[in-house]
Protein backbone atom coordinates (compact mmCIF):
# COMPACT_ATOMS: atom_id res chain seq x y z
CA UNK A 1 0.00 0.00 0.00
CA UNK A 2 0.85 3.71 -0.27
CA UNK A 3 -0.29 6.65 1.21
CA UNK A 4 -0.60 10.02 0.01
CA UNK A 5 -1.18 13.05 1.43
CA UNK A 6 -1.59 16.13 -0.38
CA UNK A 7 -1.51 19.56 0.54
CA UNK A 8 -0.57 23.58 -0.60
CA UNK A 9 -3.54 24.54 -1.72
CA UNK A 10 -5.52 27.85 -1.62
CA UNK A 11 -7.29 30.82 -3.08
CA UNK A 12 -5.33 32.68 -5.51
CA UNK A 13 -6.12 35.62 -7.76
CA UNK A 14 -5.51 34.60 -11.32
CA UNK A 15 -2.05 35.05 -12.94
CA UNK A 16 -0.57 33.81 -9.41
CA UNK A 17 1.07 30.57 -8.55
CA UNK A 18 0.73 28.20 -6.11
CA UNK A 19 2.96 24.86 -5.57
CA UNK A 20 1.27 22.09 -4.29
CA UNK A 21 3.41 19.20 -2.43
CA UNK A 22 2.16 15.67 -2.54
CA UNK A 23 4.27 13.28 0.75
CA UNK A 24 4.14 9.19 -0.17
CA UNK A 25 4.46 6.40 3.09
CA UNK A 26 4.04 2.49 2.55
CA UNK A 27 6.06 1.61 -0.38
CA UNK A 28 9.40 2.86 -1.92
CA UNK A 29 8.17 5.58 -3.24
CA UNK A 30 10.85 5.75 -5.91
CA UNK A 31 9.17 2.65 -7.55
CA UNK A 32 5.94 4.44 -8.82
CA UNK A 33 4.89 6.30 -11.35
CA UNK A 34 3.22 9.99 -9.71
CA UNK A 35 0.63 11.92 -11.16
CA UNK A 36 -1.85 15.07 -10.53
CA UNK A 37 -5.30 14.82 -11.65
CA UNK A 38 -8.13 17.52 -10.99
CA UNK A 39 -11.54 17.89 -10.54
CA UNK A 40 -13.97 20.74 -11.11
CA UNK A 41 -17.23 21.08 -9.60
CA UNK A 42 -20.07 18.65 -11.97
CA UNK A 43 -16.80 17.75 -13.97
CA UNK A 44 -15.34 14.20 -14.21
CA UNK A 45 -11.47 13.90 -12.86
CA UNK A 46 -9.04 14.77 -15.62
CA UNK A 47 -5.12 14.25 -15.95
CA UNK A 48 -3.31 17.03 -15.65
CA UNK A 49 1.10 15.69 -15.42
CA UNK A 50 2.94 12.25 -14.67
CA UNK A 51 6.47 11.92 -14.13
CA UNK A 52 8.18 8.52 -14.27
CA UNK A 53 10.64 7.57 -11.27
CA UNK A 54 13.35 8.80 -12.09
CA UNK A 55 12.30 12.15 -13.60
CA UNK A 56 12.95 11.66 -16.73
CA UNK A 57 9.95 11.74 -18.84
CA UNK A 58 7.20 14.31 -17.78
CA UNK A 59 3.62 14.18 -19.27
CA UNK A 60 1.30 17.19 -19.56
CA UNK A 61 -2.47 17.88 -20.30
CA UNK A 62 -2.45 20.66 -23.07
CA UNK A 63 -4.11 23.17 -20.82
CA UNK A 64 -1.69 23.35 -18.45
CA UNK A 65 1.31 22.44 -20.67
CA UNK A 66 3.84 25.73 -20.06
CA UNK A 67 2.45 26.90 -16.99
CA UNK A 68 2.83 23.74 -14.63
CA UNK A 69 5.74 22.08 -13.63
CA UNK A 70 5.94 18.22 -12.26
CA UNK A 71 8.99 17.56 -10.52
CA UNK A 72 9.54 15.08 -7.20
CA UNK A 73 12.17 14.10 -4.51
CA UNK A 74 13.05 10.85 -4.33
CA UNK A 75 14.67 11.37 -0.99
CA UNK A 76 12.05 13.17 0.41
CA UNK A 77 9.07 10.78 -0.83
CA UNK A 78 7.88 14.13 -2.68
CA UNK A 79 6.08 14.79 -5.58
CA UNK A 80 5.66 18.46 -6.40
CA UNK A 81 3.73 20.62 -8.69
CA UNK A 82 4.25 24.07 -9.59
CA UNK A 83 1.40 26.17 -11.47
CA UNK A 84 2.03 29.41 -12.63
CA UNK A 85 -0.03 31.73 -14.67
CA UNK A 86 -3.21 30.44 -12.83
CA UNK A 87 -6.36 30.76 -14.18
CA UNK A 88 -10.19 30.49 -13.23
CA UNK A 89 -10.39 27.44 -15.21
CA UNK A 90 -7.74 25.69 -13.28
CA UNK A 91 -10.36 25.85 -10.00
CA UNK A 92 -10.46 22.41 -8.70
CA UNK A 93 -9.36 19.67 -6.09
CA UNK A 94 -6.44 18.36 -7.26
CA UNK A 95 -5.29 15.00 -6.38
CA UNK A 96 -1.86 13.31 -6.01
CA UNK A 97 -1.66 9.35 -7.58
CA UNK A 98 0.57 6.62 -8.15
CA UNK A 99 0.90 3.65 -10.37
CA UNK A 100 3.42 1.13 -10.38
CA UNK A 101 4.04 0.84 -14.57
CA UNK A 102 5.04 3.46 -16.89
CA UNK A 103 2.98 7.43 -17.30
CA UNK A 104 -0.82 7.10 -18.11
CA UNK A 105 -3.13 9.81 -18.24
CA UNK A 106 -6.17 7.48 -17.51
CA UNK A 107 -7.50 7.64 -13.75
CA UNK A 108 -8.20 4.39 -14.01
CA UNK A 109 -5.06 3.18 -14.28
CA UNK A 110 -3.54 4.64 -10.72
CA UNK A 111 -3.91 2.47 -8.06
CA UNK A 112 -3.12 4.82 -5.14
CA UNK A 113 -5.02 8.33 -4.43
CA UNK A 114 -5.01 10.79 -2.00
CA UNK A 115 -7.62 12.81 -0.63
CA UNK A 116 -7.12 16.11 -2.65
CA UNK A 117 -6.30 19.76 -1.45
CA UNK A 118 -8.64 22.79 -3.24
CA UNK A 119 -7.21 24.96 -5.64
CA UNK A 120 -9.52 28.43 -6.47
CA UNK A 121 -8.58 30.61 -8.55
CA UNK A 122 -10.50 34.01 -8.72
CA UNK A 123 -11.12 36.30 -11.60
Known amino acids: QVQLVESGGGLVQAGGSLRLSCVASGRTFNNYVMAWFRQAPGKEREFVTA????????RYADSVKGRFTISRDNAKNTVFLQMNSLKPEDTAVYYCAARFYGIATGRAMYDYWGQGTQVTVSS
Open 51 to 58: ITWNGEST
